[in-house]
């Protein structure tokens, strides 16, 4: 059994700065990618920024030059520093990893999602 458990959401205001962070856990063989996906309401759930076990990175194009991502691969831990938020970036963030289990290990990683952690930017 895997859990991702997201914190570090909160209220800010605009211009603000928030860091997330999502701890995997359970039977965890390997962790290859892992990501930050957001959803506004009446929204399709984007990508935000997603890093290799090897620590390349992507951004959507919106959040570049404000966010980071990074981890610890000791932690089985991913980060999101986020900062000069705008009220544009309010939205539910999920943590996303591909993974592989103790159980599944040969096997191609599965894909594990966290429950969320709400980011409100008010102007």
Do not use: H
Request: glycine share 12%; aromatic share 8%; net charge neutral.
């Amino acid at each position: 059994q895997v859990q991702l458990v997201e914190s570090g959401g909160g209220l800010v205001q605009s211009g603000g700065s928030l860091r997330l962070s999502c701890a995997a856990s359970g039977s965890i063989f390997s962790i290859d990618d892992m990501g930050w996906y957001r959803q506004a309401p009446g929204k399709r759930r984007e990508l935000v920024a997603r890093i290799t076990s090897g620590g390349f990175t992507n951004y959507v194009d919106s959040v570049k030059g404000r966010f980071t991502i990074s981890r610890d691969n000791a932690k089985n831990t991913v980060y999101l520093q986020m900062n000069s938020l705008n009220p544009d970036d309010t939205a539910v963030y999920y943590c996303n990893a591909d993974l592989t289990t103790t159980q599944n290990m040969g096997m191609m990683p599965s894909n594990y999602w966290g429950q969320g952690t709400q980011v409100t930017v008010s102007p």
